[in-house]
């Protein structure tokens, strides 16, 4: 788990889920973005204020 600036924790989870969290209401808080070698991260926020990252690793097994 990551910390954010504020230290709230940060979840990551495979990045299939990350339109069911915005079709459930959760909002984008930061955009799908390239990080090298193919891993791409995106975060949402929870309506309750959480924020879970999401991330795709061609690296990694799919789930």
């Known amino acids: 788990m990551e910390r954010d600036l504020l230290g709230l924790r940060t979840v990551t989870c495979p990045a299939p889920d990350l339109r069911a969290a915005t079709a459930q209401g959760a909002t984008l808080h930061t955009a ?13 926020r929870k309506p309750q204020g959480s924020v879970v990252g999401f991330i795709v690793n061609p690296l990694l097994p799919a789930t």
């Not at 799908?32 to 949402?44: D, K, R």
């Open 32 to 44: 799908p973005t390239e990080v090298g070698g193919g891993i791409v991260t995106a975060s949402v």
